[in-house]
Every structure is written in structure tokens, then in C-alpha cells.
């Protein structure tokens, strides 16, 4: 009965029927989106925080459609992962990141690529990475898988399967938007992970909040207790990446740094202290 009064309540609300239409057509243009070259990949660094030497990129989707101009990932993504575009998209985006790895600015750096939750069940991300890896002689420790908590919580023994057998193969895995899920602790200590990543809602606020303080130095003692390392996300001043920094933090990212680039902007002159 709720389902249907939620239903009705759509059909007649003028905004939930224009995000309805929003949805529909991200959905239609996702299908054409990678022959239509509409597609791409930016890359942001991950850096150390004394030195700000770039250790590694996420590499992140962007969308430019032709009917509906820039759509961000975190309205497209949701989308995609209902078809089996986002399959093939991710598929899109290791083929190109493959590319990119022989260029002088990424070469020897590690590239972190998302995963969603629901891809776990959709497809063998380790034996994909495996293929590809043979495939063009690259080095297992150059990819870094991410994986948010929710992952674990919808499907735990495909993901846990499929993060063993990239684990055996060198490929590193991080938990993505730490602290943000409903999981359990427990699978910290099951589970082949090599780093946490903490929410960027956590940093945002560190410098006003002393509750984000003791949120995020306690994941810092949690992690490298467990022997996990450390990445901040959304790092944008300097205060932030200082803290970060006195608390042990491994790795920083954000707009302090630099924000996600095309590869050919990608340069030296990119990260600043
Ligand atoms: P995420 O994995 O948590 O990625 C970090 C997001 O924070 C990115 O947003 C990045 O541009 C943004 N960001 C980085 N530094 C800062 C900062 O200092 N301040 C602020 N305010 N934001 C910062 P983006 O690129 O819009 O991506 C949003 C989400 O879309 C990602 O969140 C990820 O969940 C998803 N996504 C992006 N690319 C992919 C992909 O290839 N596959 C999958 N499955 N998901 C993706
Ligand atoms: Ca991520
Ligand atoms: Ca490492
Ligand atoms: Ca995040």
C-alpha cells in the first residue's frame, strides 16, 4: 500500500515528475554517451603530506552530454548502475587508463579506479584486472581498487571474493567514504584492505569541530593499528592538511593539492604547497 501511495504521490507532484524526466533522460543518453564520445577521464593526485610528492591519481568519470550538457558522477553514477552502462563504462575507463599509463606524467604512478557496490555482482572486476594487466605488462601495484562500505554491506562474499583474488594479485584495494557506512568494524579484520579513505564530510569540518577531530584521528589509530594506511579526501586548506598531517595522516587529496584534470593538464606545475 505505501509503495502505491508513493507511486500516486509521483505521478502528481510537478518536481518529482521533472526529476523523474531528469532520470529518463540520463538513462538514454548514458546508452549513447560512449559512442558519442561524450565520455572522459580526470585524474586527481594523491600526495604526501610533508612534501606534497603525488604518489598516486583517482581517476574519476566525467560526462559531457550533449543534451544535457555536464552531468557530475554522483548524479550519473546512481543512474548508470541501474542499466549495464555503467559496465561499460568501466570498462571504457580501464582501457583508457591503460592508455594514459604510458604517458611520462602517470608512469609509476598508482591509479585508483571506483568500483560500485552492485558491480561487485555484475561482473569479475579480478579476473578483468588480471587480463588486463598480463595483457599490456603493467604491475598489479599500480592499480588501487576503491570500494565503499555499502559493497560489503549488499553483497559481503562476492565483494570479499573479488577483493581476495585482486589482493592475490597484487592490486591494492581501499575502502572508500570510511566512516560514512552502517557496516561492522569486523570486516576490517577479515578483509584484504590496504587503505581507508576518510569522508570528505569528516575533514570539511576539522578545524570547527571537535567531534570530526576525534572522528578522524581515531580512523587514523584504527587504520594503522590494523596495519591499513591512511588516505583524507577533500583536503582544500591548509590547516586541514596540517592536522591531518600531525595526526600521522599517510595521503591527501583535494583542492588545496589540486582538483581532478584531464591527463594532458596534468603537470608539474599542478600541486602546491
Ligand atoms: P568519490 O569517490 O568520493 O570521489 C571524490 C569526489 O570528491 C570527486 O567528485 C572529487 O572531484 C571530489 N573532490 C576532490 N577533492 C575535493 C575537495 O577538496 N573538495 C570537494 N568539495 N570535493 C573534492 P566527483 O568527481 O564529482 O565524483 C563524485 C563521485 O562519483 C565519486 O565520489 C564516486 O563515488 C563517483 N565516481 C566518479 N567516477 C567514478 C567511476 O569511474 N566509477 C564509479 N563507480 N564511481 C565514480
Ligand atoms: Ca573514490
Ligand atoms: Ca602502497
Ligand atoms: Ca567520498
Given at each position: 500500500a505505501k509503495e502505491q501511495g508513493r507511486g500516486r504521490?509521483?505521478?502528481?507532484?510537478?518536481?518529482?515528475?521533472?526529476?523523474?524526466?531528469?532520470?529518463?533522460?540520463?538513462?538514454?543518453?548514458?546508452?549513447?554517451?560512449?559512442?558519442?564520445?561524450?565520455?572522459s577521464?580526470?585524474?586527481?593526485?594523491?600526495?604526501?603530506?610533508?612534501?606534497?610528492?603525488?604518489?598516486?591519481?583517482?581517476?574519476?568519470?566525467?560526462?559531457?552530454s550533449g543534451e544535457l550538457g555536464a552531468v557530475s558522477p554522483a548524479e550519473f553514477i546512481p543512474v548508470a548502475e541501474s542499466t549495464d552502462a555503467l559496465d561499460q563504462i568501466t570498462d571504457w575507463l580501464l582501457r583508457q587508463v591503460v592508455r594514459d599509463l604510458s604517458s611520462e606524467v602517470l608512469s609509476g604512478k598508482q591509479i585508483s579506479i571506483n568500483l560500485s557496490p552492485r558491480q561487485f555482482q555484475t561482473g569479475n572486476w579480478a579476473e578483468m584486472l588480471r587480463t588486463t594487466i598480463e595483457q599490456h605488462h603493467l604491475l598489479p601495484e599500480q592499480f588501487c581498487i576503491e570500494v565503499t562500505e555499502s559493497a560489503l554491506v549488499e553483497d559481503f562474499n562476492a565483494t570479499a571474493h573479488q577483493l581476495e583474488e585482486m589482493q592475490a594479485l597484487g592490486v591494492e584495494v581501499a575502502i572508500d567514504d570510511f566512516g560514512t557506512g552502517y557496516s561492522s568494524l569486523e570486516y576490517?579484520?577479515?578483509?584484504?584492505?590496504?587503505?581507508?579513505?576518510?569522508?570528505?564530510?569528516?575533514?570539511?569540518?576539522?578545524?570547527?569541530?571537535?567531534?570530526?577531530?576525534?572522528?578522524?584521528?581515531t580512523i587514523i589509530v584504527l587504520a594503522h593499528s590494523l596495519g591499513l594506511q591512511v588516505v583524507a579526501e577533500g583536503v582544500e586548506t591548509r590547516a586541514q592538511a596540517d592536522f591531518l598531517q600531525a595526526r600521522g595522516c599517510d595521503e591527501l587529496q583535494g583542492y588545496l593539492f589540486s582538483a581532478p584534470r584531464p591527463l594532458s593538464e596534468l603537470g608539474l606545475q599542478q600541486v602546491k604547497m
Open positions: 504521490y509521483a505521478f502528481f507532484d510537478p518536481q518529482i515528475n521533472a526529476r523523474n524526466q531528469r532520470i529518463m533522460k540520463i538513462k538514454a543518453g548514458l546508452g549513447q554517451a560512449l559512442v558519442r564520445d561524450e565520455i577521464v580526470v585524474y586527481q593526485p594523491r600526495v604526501t603530506p610533508d612534501t606534497a610528492v603525488v604518489v598516486g591519481y583517482e581517476a574519476l568519470l566525467r560526462w559531457h576490517l579484520k577479515r578483509l584484504p584492505i590496504d587503505y581507508l579513505k576518510i569522508d570528505r564530510s569528516f575533514v570539511r569540518d576539522i578545524e570547527t569541530d571537535a567531534d570530526d577531530r576525534v572522528i578522524v584521528e
